[in-house]
């Protein structure tokens, strides 16, 4: 029989094209090849139907005037503003939105996760009647209930309850004074940044030497006092710098001031609710994930109910709190578009909202929209995956 | 709400990134598809409003019924999609209405950049001032520091801000994207004025809780000519819509109504002899049935009917005919002829 002698002499080779490892890799590349391929296709194709449609595309709109008005803006805008403006005046909004909501849904959901757990029946129960309650209406309809309610508990800007002379809530919203700084303000300013820089070397150091000595130093009110302390000396010598200016009913409304609009109130207070349920079960599900033999170790060296849960079980449930949080997080902020609903000028009203209506580029305006939520979101998330390592476990 | 825009915009993209090819033919995907889906108010008394059987009445509906009545001699041939302000545009330009018959403003902008053709004015309207009687106002030069409610993506919130401006007044703007949104604030006292076209103050006045409280202010101070539109590229279907409109407008200055059309089909006028097929081709130029007109006057009626019916001084909206008069009675109203 005629045998192939080299075929039998060499060791079995694979041909490329059944080798596994280029293979996979052969793969890979084919994949991304054709995701490459599409986006390219989707892309000519959207260009070319709005061209032939006739519909403008490109960012030049960016530039144009607005020619309408917001009723919250915390940078300077007017109608004659550009609609590059109108986007940062939405963006800022949403972000005022998001971190007031953010530290206010922490503060309440650490508190109620806690209060879950309480060993008082009537605190426990009030914490988990009302996560379960808030959890499970739909969040829009909260946010609307919550507006009309504001709206129609408070009587007419003529009417409004003053607290003072200097607080108004009315339907048009709270109105306060509105601190106007003077020259020399920058001290308190200055002050204040030094103060923050203090209280982070001091809590260095204080860890440091705790570490080192067992001693320990009272960060946390000191810190209060320079804070607080070292601007109101910087006021103090620049013969304080700044006046108030009082809000007071002129015509229709009042005028000067500060005010919250009802549908921030109303908005943030329904997202703080909303998400404070949350962040309360996964405070709960946090500290429970603590081994109990922890909180009786603490005892049995001595320490006190609370500072075994601030020392021992917090900064362990920490490890399993931080992941859901930052979803949490997230969650706020992207559920604040539903601004929408209540008239607050958030990103989405106003961009993906009038101004993508103004100028009809609804690709563009959408796209835009798209990824500054993109953007915010994974800048939430590499902090918190930041904070998550931080507060890792570690040996020591 | 953000959901419903989202998908729109969405529903744009894909429809944008799909292939044009059929951006001719949109007659054509009317008669296969056997129904015309006509883009409206959510709910305007007098212009588009479904009753409790949710059966679609109104002047803007009208103009729905009588492209249906032309296509497939029909009213009943019609899906009406319900679009907020904002969304309109979206759901054109996507591909999801046909086209809109919504009290749109036509104005340069959406005309040239959005990449629609508006078809006519079926309306001259222009914005208002309504304010409630106990504020003592007069007229909008008093409404210095006022809050005024409005809906968002309107022409309406550009010409508020132009209004203010040029008058050197301040004032603060709730901009809400429903028009049932913008009606409830303005109820319950978050705004001191309500502003948008007058027909539409008209109509939304008779929603509220007591109309007679409110008062629509003299001042008109912008120029609002209502229209359907379609989208920019498909010519003939333009045609289709814009002739309707015209035949409705001729109809009435004929003299044709939907009680006398039967009679009139042996009118010696040659003018209403082409209208009514009885003369030429007139329909079947359009890829019609030769009987178009005569169904849309039969079926909707003419100009007048449909005003006096949905929006006129015997409806709660009590709209005199003014400006919207027939030009040969010293209005606006004027359609070139059918011939
Ligand atoms: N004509 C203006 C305003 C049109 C408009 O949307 N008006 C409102 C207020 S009258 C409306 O029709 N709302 C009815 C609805 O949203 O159902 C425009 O084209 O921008």
Redesign the pocket.
Known sequence: MAVDVRDAGSAPSTPIWLDARYRAIFFQIALLVAVLAFGAYIFHNTYDNLQRRGIASGFAFLGSTAGFDIIMHLIPYQASSSFGQALLVGLLNTMVVAIVGVIGATLLGFTVGVARLSRNWIVARIAAVYIEVIRNIPLLLQIIFWYQLLGKSTPGPRNSISLAGLFFLSNRGLYMPAPVTEDGFWLTVAAFIAAVVGSVVLARWSKKRQEATGQQFPVVLTSLGLILGLPLLGLLVMGVPFHWNYAVLQGFNFEGGMVLIPEFISLTFALVLYTGAFIGENVRAGIMAVSHGQTEAAYAVGLRPGPTLRLVVIPQAMRVIIPPLTSQYLNLTKNSSLATAIAYPDLVAVFAGTVLNQTGQAVECIAITMAVYLTTSLSTSTFMNWFNRKMALTER | MKKISLIAAGAALIALTASGAQAQQTLDAVKKRGQVICGV????PG?ANPDAQGNWAGFDVDMCKAVAAAIFGDVKRVKFV?T??KERFTALQSGEVDFLA????WTMSRDVQLGFDFVGVNFY?GQGFMVPKKLGVKTAKELKGATVCT?T????EQNLADFFRANKMEYKVVAFE??DE?LAAYDSGRCDVFT??RS?LA??RTKLKSPNDHLILPDVISK?P?GPLVRHGDNNWGDVIRWSFFVMVNAEELGVTSANVDQMKSSANPEIKRMLGGEGDFGKMLGLDNAWAYNIIKMVGNYAESYEKNVGPKTPLGLERGVNALWSAGGLQYAPPIR
């Open positions: 108010s959510q709910s305007l212009f319900p907020t302000a919504r009290n749109t403003t309207d809906q993506g309107t022409t309406t429903k028009n913008v948008t076209d539409g109509a939304d609002e209502l």
